[in-house]
């Protein structure tokens, strides 16, 4: 047998996309079943040509979902982020933007019963966090059409609502586990993990205003050089990992933001976004490369840091009160909902609304493996 198949769905949510498998549907040994994941999206070639893969950080990516016998919730998910030209399968972060799919994916393959409008309660794995999607229904299954338009996506769609509940310290038990600003060798970040752990800078400690294009820091190796020596100092020393070479091998978190305060910028699509329509101008750097547009995880991560008191998105933000955080990105504004603890020092829930649609159902090849192997 040169290839066997198993069942896949593939879906866009938000700005993401990724591969969706049933855990039924998988080995259920481990290394075999990540063989699988790096063999459908094709982690070996730096084009990931030879699988589902488009060689970038967010189309290289995984849900395995599972009905849930957890008291409150509908299913169970963990989420992969796949390695591109490096066989890499990280489960230690999550995807806020594949979340939307993930309720959707629940409609469709019915792992909840598919109501007129739904609210999927989704438990991840990842974070140990409960997910909430409210996914409206049409004919039985996830809705696709509407007139939501999503900044990051050319045509509107049906609009999903995402919230995070109790989003902060998922990975080191704290939500900021170094304090407002921690510095090291001279370069001072807010470390905070809330959803995904992310590491903050300002982008003027790097002679930057924050608005420059993602060709121009894209191609500065040495800013880019900079960033991830601060991103694996941050995860030793917020405990993540114990040597910088654990961390240089887990590149999927932490990831790393740009932050600046709001000010007039173009987009990549040629918008002109005015200062006065956002509260901060950011830009997301993961697995070593610019992100095109902005990761769900960040936008959630980042706009709950602007009411941290003392973090950098927090002094450079121009709007610090609860309720929505309009955040300017390079391909339009996002916002992000922000609800606070009843003492006001800590984070209660973050919500987005999404899009998301089912691209593909059907079977992925997948080589069987040999001696060689």
Do not use: W
Request: a neutral charge; glycine letters at 10%; aromatic letters at 6%.
């Amino acid at each position: 047998m040169a290839q066997y198949a198993i069942p896949c769905s593939v879906y866009r949510g938000g700005t993401s996309r990724g591969l969706f498998f049933h855990e039924k549907d998988l080995p259920a040994n481990r290394q075999e079943k990540h063989r699988v994941f790096l063999e459908a999206i094709d982690a070996y070639n730096p084009s990931q040509i030879d699988g589902l893969g488009s060689g970038t950080s967010h189309t290289s990516k995984v849900v395995v979902i599972s009905p849930s016998e957890r008291k409150g919730a509908d299913v169970n998910y963990t989420f992969y982020q796949i390695g591109i030209g490096q066989e890499i399968v990280d489960n230690k972060g999550t995807c806020g933007n594949l979340m939307a799919a993930v309720g959707s994916f629940a409609v469709d393959e019915q792992l909840v019963e598919p109501l007129n409008d739904r609210t999927v309660r989704a438990f991840n794995t990842n974070i140990g966090k409960m997910i909430t999607v409210h996914v409206p229904v049409e004919n039985g299954t996830a809705k696709v059409q509407g007139s939501y338009q999503m900044p990051g996506t050319v045509r509107p769609g049906a609009k999903y609502d995402v919230h995070i509940l109790d989003p902060g310290g998922g990975k080191t038990g704290k939500t900021l586990p170094l304090g407002s600003v921690h510095s090291e060798n001279d370069r001072a970040y807010s470390f905070v993990d809330l959803v995904n752990p992310f590491v903050h800078l300002e982008a003027s400690a790097f002679h930057l205003e924050g608005t420059e294009t993602n060709a121009r820091i894209s191609g500065n190796e040495d800013l880019l050089a900079a960033l991830e020596t601060t991103r694996t100092e941050a995860a030793v020393a917020s405990g993540m990992e114990k040597t910088i070479e654990n961390a240089r091998r887990a590149p999927a978190i932490p990831k790393v933001t740009l932050v600046a305060p709001p000010q007039t910028y173009t987009t990549t699509s040629g918008t002109t976004i005015n200062e006065e329509d956002i509260d901060i101008t950011a830009k997301m750097i993961s697995m070593g490369k610019v992100h095109r547009t902005f990761a769900g995880s960040g936008l959630y991560n980042l706009a709950a840091s602007t009411f941290l008191p003392g973090t950098i998105p927090n002094r450079l933000a121009s709007r610090k009160q609860s309720g929505v955080v309009r955040i300017g990105h390079p391909d339009g504004i996002a916002e992000v909902m922000v609800s606070l603890t009843d003492d006001g020092e800590d984070i209660s829930s973050v919500g987005l609304n999404r899009t998301a649609r089912l691209i593909m159902k059907g079977d992925v090849y997948v080589r069987a493996q040999t001696s060689k192997q």
